[in-house]
């Protein structure tokens, strides 16, 4: 994977590189996640370079970064796993607390491990970019989806009269945003179901919204 796009957000434009990460960027890498992810945030759960080892040898396909101005400006990562439609789960059980090593060479869903993109490049849509990549990786490899647990940053305000699973239905029907579920259904996605206790998350009081791209090109 190695795609070159010119990104703009109306002031101001820019020629960007999508590619797989190697061990040369694991600095960047972590530095992309400490500005995405700042105090009160816990910096050990910030990727560490074990990690990031596993990601490459392991997966280097599902290892990719967005490069702009010379610098990584976001990362995505994934593995493979056979889930079955409706399968309950964390993301420490799903992802082996992002060490990937439960990745299943010939696995039909294609898992999202993380994705971020450093504030100051938000604005260019980069996020989109690297999950347009993260599709097609999905058809080059044959897998039969792309799946995630996207947070729910916004429940929090509805939880009181809300269930999870009512909050998803009431964003997908565009009656509530919220900014990543919103902002993932933009990019293709369809919510399928509720992860509860999917993570330490405050604002989506320990819910995902489960998140999934089918491969059109598979019946």
């Not at 309950?88 to 299943?104: C, F, K, L, M, P």
Request: aromatic share 8%; charged share 25%; net charge negative.
């Amino acid at each position: 994977m190695r795609k070159r796009i010119i990104v703009s957000d109306g002031s101001r434009t820019t020629e960007a590189e999508i590619r797989r990460y190697t061990r040369d960027d694991f600095k960047a890498l972590i530095e992309v996640q400490a500005e995405s992810f700042p105090p009160p945030y816990p910096s050990e759960l910030w990727w560490n370079e074990a990690q990031l080892h596993e990601h490459v040898t392991r997966f280097p396909e599902g290892a990719l970064c967005v490069v702009a101005d010379g610098k990584i400006a976001g990362s995505m990562t994934a593995l493979r796993r056979t889930l079955a439609d409706g399968d309950g789960h964390s993301w420490a059980e799903v992802t082996d607390d992002g060490y990937i090593r439960n990745h299943e060479p010939d696995g039909d869903t294609l898992y999202v491990v993380d994705l971020c993109v450093r504030p100051a490049y938000r604005s260019l849509g980069l996020g989109i970019w690297l999950i347009q990549s993260m599709h097609e990786t999905a058809v080059h490899l044959g897998c039969r989806r792309l799946l995630s647990g996207g947070r729910m940053p916004g429940y929090h305000k509805q939880a009181d009269r809300l269930t999870p699973e009512q909050y998803l239905t009431e964003v997908a029907a565009g009656r509530l945003r919220d900014p990543v579920v919103s902002f993932l259904i933009r990019c293709g996605r369809i919510p399928v179901g509720v992860a509860r206790g999917y993570l330490e998350d405050e604002e989506s009081c320990g819910n995902a919204a489960l998140m999934e791209w089918r491969n059109p090109f598979l019946a």
